[in-house]
């Protein structure tokens, strides 16, 4: 801890308040106990403070791993049985922290970056999309029938004419508020976070409406049943939080599959996510990544054994942690240290939190996962892009997570064959540069596509630019990963 100390416990605090109802909500979207969002947040600031390889990020659960960690709880549930589907699901995670610190150790953390970056974002949008239509009926204060995507989607017009109108006004409230927030000037949402309000909302109206007990209330000439079970359950004391995991079947077919697909969507995501908080450093450290994943690994394995969620580098919070002014990783630390604190002191406001005003804020997180302009953006940047984006959205709808990448990729590959790309050139495209007095010319003189990004990646860094920088490409097929990497190291030169 530095100089920097006063800064960073302020931002962590601000941190916490938009941490501890994200990361209730993200439990709960997934199937998980309340507790196990809680406890990740607490582990990832405070385990993940200590051994990490970035320099301001924030850890926690993300909503990005919400698909991943309800697919396992469902899967390894036998007969419908979620709290053993959750415990199961604990010791995968503790496999998949194994694995992650064998990533680092061996130092294939790089790899993560010759994941097509259209692939990538396709699966995120597939993610924001699960997440708004499984939010939906929570909102509503209904449960729907159906399990899958499409099914839910069918239903939608069901629900929501037999919505539960009390509940749904609670919820509809903190959504619209979350959505005005979003316009108010940036020093007052950075001071005061969309979800606190949302969240705070919900608990004036939980309280008016005396949620915590059962009873009926009338709206247009019609009873509806409120209570409890549309509420937030904490248990009341910290050695209540801790569930610890099953290992019955943690080396069966089914629970490899769980454990592969939490260690590669968690560290991919973790990974890109602390490259992408180290643009946004104003000092610009670079983060050492395959210390940073076994760091991860190791909070993982904790997460796993006392009962959380896994956690990875979180965007969103690492964002709003630089833009409220921490300077070094202790805010991170701060911020798990202000959550345990609240939930050991104050667990009784915990459960007056409405399930629906969590769901307001999931469905918000989620339409920013899957964000129009997202589209937009794929659209402009390459019809290919955006096929391969769309596809592995909409076979993650209809399949899974793992299907969607995987077709995802394979697309990509025959893509380039077709392209022409020469099997040599996948992953060593030909690059040179030539200086003279005044500027620099790069040269590429073969196809190059995102498995090239290492090789390119490392050219450029041994590189030293002139003020002016050109590009030659000779006609050749260059992939946008590789354009927006060269345009990365050229920024403010022409290109």
């Not at 701060?334 to 959550?339: A, D, L, P």
């Not at 076979?395 to 697309?411: K, R, S």
């Not at 596509?449 to 490392?458: R, T």
């Amino acid at each position: 801890m530095d100089k920097h100390w006063k800064e960073d416990i302020i931002s962590g605090f601000i941190i916490f308040l938009i941490a501890l109802p994200l990361s209730i909500g993200i439990a709960l979207a997934a199937g998980a106990p309340a507790s196990a969002g809680i406890l990740s947040a607490i582990l990832g600031g405070i385990i993940g403070t200590f051994i990490t390889g970035t320099h301001i990020a924030i850890n926690g659960p993300a909503a990005g791993l919400i698909v991943v960690i309800s697919g396992s709880i469902i899967s390894l549930s036998d007969g419908g049985d979620l709290m053993l589907g959750f415990k199961r699901t604990l010791a995968a995670t503790i496999v998949a922290g194994v694995l992650q610190i064998l990533v680092g150790a061996f130092r294939l953390g790089k790899l993560t970056f010759l994941a097509p970056s259209s692939v990538v974002h396709g699966m995120l949008a597939a993610i924001g999309v699960i997440i708004m239509v499984k939010q939906t009926p929570v909102l509503l204060g209904v449960k729907a029938t159906s399990g899958s995507i499409p099914g839910i989607i069918a239903e939608l017009p069901s629900l929501i004419s037999h919505n539960d109108v009390p509940i749904f006004l609670i919820g509809g409230i903190c959504f619209l508020l979350l959505v005005a927030w979003r316009f108010l000037p940036k020093k007052i949402v950075n001071i005061i976070p969309g979800p606190l309000v949302a969240v705070a909302t919900g608990l004036i109206f939980s309280y008016g409406m005396d949620l915590e007990h059962e009873h009926f209330v009338q709206y247009f000439n019609h009873d509806y049943s409120v209570g409890p079970n549309f509420l937030v359950h904490v248990p009341a004391s910290i050695k209540q939080l801790f569930i610890f995991p099953s290992f019955d079947i943690v080396f069966s077919g089914r629970s490899f599959a769980n454990i592969m697909t939490i260690f590669l969507v968690g560290s991919l995501e973790s990974l890109l996510s602390a490259y992408a908080v180290d643009k946004l450093d104003p000092y610009k450290r670079k983060s050492n990544l395959d210390f940073d994943i076994i760091g991860k690994g190791i909070t993982n394995i904790s997460c796993g054994m006392l009962g959380a969620y896994p956690i990875i580098t979180e965007i969103v919070r690492s964002s709003a942690n630089i833009s409220n002014g921490a300077k070094t990783k202790w805010a991170n630390f701060f911020h798990g240290i202000f959550i345990f604190v609240f939930v050991a002191l104050f667990p009784t406001i915990l459960n007056h939190i409405p399930l629906t005003a969590l769901a307001a804020v999931l469905i918000l997180v989620g339409y920013n996962l899957a964000h129009p302009k997202e589209f937009v953006h794929m659209w402009h940047t390459g019809k290919d892009r955006f096929f391969f984006f769309t596809l592995t959205m909409v076979v993650t709808l209809v399949e899974d997570l793992l299907i969607g990448i995987a077709v995802g990729f394979i697309a990509k590959l025959v893509f380039t064959a077709f392209k022409g790309v020469k099997l040599k050139e996948l992953f060593a495209p030909e690059i040179h540069v030539v200086h003279d007095d005044q500027k620099s010319t790069i040269h590429l003189n073969s196809n190059a596509i995102s498995l090239g990004y290492l090789k390119v990646k490392k050219f450029l860094e041994s590189e030293e630019f002139k003020d002016e920088v050109e590009v030659n490409k000779n006609e050749y097929f260059i992939d946008y990963t590789i354009s927006e990497l060269i345009k990365d190291y050229t920024k403010g030169n022409k290109n």
